[in-house]
């Protein structure tokens, strides 16, 4: 056997998945290891030299059709999102550190609470307070005699216990929810499970991804869900005690308020008081029975124009203010610190430095808290509307006011998209012009110059697609075209940073709306409205548009690869912040990687790891890991630095990657997620197309952008020279 052979290539594929006929280029190959929702897959013959295999991880985010619900669950997973947006700046202060994160915990619960109020509305006030309080003619549809059924016969009392009940169902769905995903993908045991256990969750990591245990985040999702589901429970026997009244609910109300307070408490703290968070849970699971029990019993009254429970709307504006004030909290909180620390109380508080090489965004936890707020109240709000007028109810079932601010959580938020659309469209097409097109020009010039042309006669056959002297009109425009697109696909892949603008943006009617919100509470001059019928059938669709959108993209490998690049990255982070995010694949991808690769080393074969685009974050991350010197890196279309370096600054930069020894990086100027590392010896720019030469009758060279890296003859040639390199000795981690 050749000495080649005792190497192996691991090919990890990137966003939206891929079967394994497809990365072994084979169909004779066998499963060796996992299932089918991920699992290793090795050729039965060799390729190049060595031996192949791949790590198909694709079903855990996109292989089931089922798995587009995840969808509805966006809210939260830009909850937990906004935690991991943390700045470098911040990290780097131990102080301003342990506030972000807390801060991010409460911004996460107060989303949650956000949920739970637009719960309550529906189902307490418009379903079984207004639909339940009048009958149902024998002429109405059959749906609307079932959905009237459970309250025709009970006064106003029982009814809210109906409603409440439909409020506990929606949280212990997430609940339920949380924990399958959890025992399907954060129960996954590491690979070094005698290692000491970190209290704190895999945020507050001193090491950060770089630690063995931060794909390791089962007890974290645990305690945070049942801190939620704790928090949620206690708030709503607030409300029902509130709107119940009698002798008992202002005692009920305190008991609640003060169970709510210590949820909130336990989940500004990192990780203590873990023995009082079941118990805390069953105390308010009694308060709300106690609170369900009373309010059977009552009789409570309707407002003044005897639609509304009397006092449902002051707790929704209470309740409303509670979740501003839990998602903004880090601004006076932050800003606090940084005073003291000016005013010299804190001195020496910050830690190591982090080097920031990429444009910062300072304000993106707040940013990405706002829009996960903002989308949850958009969808909400649109099916509260459409719940009401699909029931009959008049337009005043629904408080005052919110019909006023659906066009600018829906209409107002479009246009500012489309505009940013046309914005970037007019810069991408200004990218043809002569600024552009020169240096395209002069690099393939001299690339074309450098080419030996080949022996005749086919030397007859090649054509250049440059423009030359002595062209017609039609074909010197013909090759300009050609010229003028790689210009502006060079300008398209560096436009991924400029969505913070839209976003910005979108915060910022956020806080509009907020504002406007206020003014009606105190009789100001609120927002004025515009195109509500348009924007209430807009907010009803965007839920059932979001999953037919996800669902129709998983079929097409184009469009799953448009939306897997989204998907993929708000999922990658463990669920340090918000309980009921959407699983976190990471927990099972790294640590599935990290036991194949000890296993083949052990085995005495050298592993040379072969990663594209969202799997080359896993493998990186995964031989961040690992003791240094052992398996060889190759990654292509890699969006470490470009996109997580960008976003996530705190926990992916250059100090962290420096742990990977043998790496080479490969990009094209073309990719539109991929790039450079920024680490010398290890990027190696591609040139895209390759050539301006090419075949007569044949189409002029595409490019290849961002998934034409497995074709190019080039690179695997530089893949086979490093498999072919001596083994470097062992460094001691």
Not at 328 to 348: C, S
Not at 403 to 414: E, F, Q, S, Y
Not at 550 to 578: E, I, K, N
Not at 703 to 722: C, F, K, N, P
Request: hydrophobic share 50%.
């Amino acid at each position: 056997m050749p000495a080649s052979s005792s190497v192996t290539e691991l090919r990890v594929h990137g966003v939206g998945g891929a079967a394994p006929d497809r990365l072994l280029g084979t169909t004779a190959h066998r499963q060796i290891w996992g299932d089918r929702i991920a699992g290793f897959y090795a050729a039965d013959a060799e390729q190049r030299g060595r031996k192949v295999e791949a790590y198909c991880w694709g079903g855990m985010t996109s292989r089931s059709s089922a798995r587009v619900l995840w969808v509805l669950l966006f809210p939260f997973m830009l909850a937990n999102l906004a935690g991991w947006t943390c700045s470098a700046r911040i990290r780097a202060d131990r102080w301003a550190f342990a506030a972000h994160r807390a801060c991010g915990r409460l911004a996460a619960l107060g989303i949650t609470l956000n949920l739970l109020l637009l719960a309550a509305l529906a189902a307490i006030d418009v379903w079984a307070i207004q639909f339940g309080g009048h009958k149902v003619g024998r002429a109405a549809p059959r749906w609307e005699k079932v959905v009237h059924a459970p309250l025709g016969y009970f006064g106003p009392g029982p009814r809210v216990v109906f409603g409440a009940t439909v409020v506990v169902a929606v949280l212990l769905v997430l609940w339920l929810l949380s924990r399958q995903a959890r025992q399907r993908y954060e129960e996954v045991t590491p690979v070094d499970p005698d290692q000491p256990r970190y209290r704190g969750s895999a945020a507050a990591l001193p090491d950060g991804v770089a630690d063995p245990q931060f794909f390791n985040g089962a007890d974290t999702v645990r305690r945070l869900g049942l801190l939620h589901v704790g928090a949620g429970l206690a708030w709503l026997a607030v409300v029902v005690a509130w709107v119940a009244e009698g002798k008992l609910g202002l005692g009920l109300e305190i008991a609640a308020a003060a169970v709510l307070l210590c949820s909130i408490i336990l989940l500004a703290v990192e990780a203590g008081g873990d023995r009082a968070v079941r118990p805390l849970v069953v105390a308010a699971s009694l308060v709300l029975c106690i609170a369900l029990v009373h309010a059977w019993q009552a009789n409570p009254d309707t407002d003044t124009g005897g639609m509304h429970l009397e006092h449902m709307r002051a707790a929704a504006i209470e309740t409303f203010w509670l979740v501003v004030a839990l998602v903004t909290a880090r601004v006076p909180v932050l800003a606090t610190i940084a005073l003291l620390r000016r005013m010299g109380v804190r001195r020496g508080a910050a830690g190591t430095t982090v080097p920031r090489t990429r444009p910062s965004w300072p304000a993106a936890p707040l940013i990405v808290a706002i829009l996960g707020m903002l989308s949850v109240n958009t969808a909400g709000l649109g099916c509260l509307v459409t719940a009401a007028d699909s029931l009959g109810l008049p337009q005043e079932a629904v408080f005052p006011g919110l019909h006023d601010k659906l066009p600018w959580l829906t209409v107002a938020p479009m246009a500012v998209g489309i505009a940013f659309l046309l914005i970037e469209l007019i810069r991408y097409g200004t990218a043809g012009n002569r600024r552009d097109t020169v240096p395209v020009l002069g690099e393939y010039a001299g690339r074309a110059a450098a080419t030996p042309a080949p022996p005749p006669p086919m030397d007859a056959w090649r054509c250049n697609a440059l423009p030359i002297d002595d062209l017609c009109d039609g074909e010197r425009d013909r090759r300009m075209r050609w010229v003028r697109s790689i210009a502006r696909g060079r300008k398209l892949a560096g436009f991924g940073p400029d969505i913070r603008y839209p976003l910005a943006v979108f915060a910022a009617i956020a806080v509009l709306v907020v504002a406007g919100i206020q003014a009606d509470i105190i009789g100001g001059l609120g927002l004025r409205p515009f195109a509500s019928k348009a924007s209430l059938t807009l907010a009803g669709l965007i839920p059932v548009a979001g999953v037919a959108l996800m669902r129709w993209g998983w079929g097409r490998p184009d469009a799953r690869r448009w939306l897997g690049v989204l998907w993929d990255v708000g999922t990658f982070w463990p669920r340090s912040f918000h309980p009921f995010a959407p699983p976190c694949y990471t927990e099972r991808a790294v640590p599935d990687l990290q036991r194949r690769i000890r296993w083949l080393n052990d085995s005495g074969s050298r592993v040379v790891v072969v990663a594209h685009s969202q799997g080359s974050v896993l493998a990186a991350l995964a031989l961040v890991q690992q003791p240094a010197g052992q398996p060889t890196l190759v990654t292509f279309g890699s969006p470490l630095m470009k996109l997580y370096g960008w976003a996530f600054p705190a926990y992916v930069h250059g100090d962290v990657l420096n742990h990977v020894q043998e790496w080479r990086n490969f990009f094209y100027p073309t990719d539109y997620i991929g790039g450079p590392v920024d680490r010398k010896g290890v990027d190696v720019p591609l040139p895209d197309p390759d050539s301006a030469w090419y075949v007569a009758g044949e189409p002029m060279p595409p490019m290849r952008r961002h998934t034409g890296y497995w074709s190019d003859e080039a690179m695997w040639r530089q893949i086979d020279q490093l498999a072919a390199e001596p083994r470097r000795a062992r460094v001691p981690a």
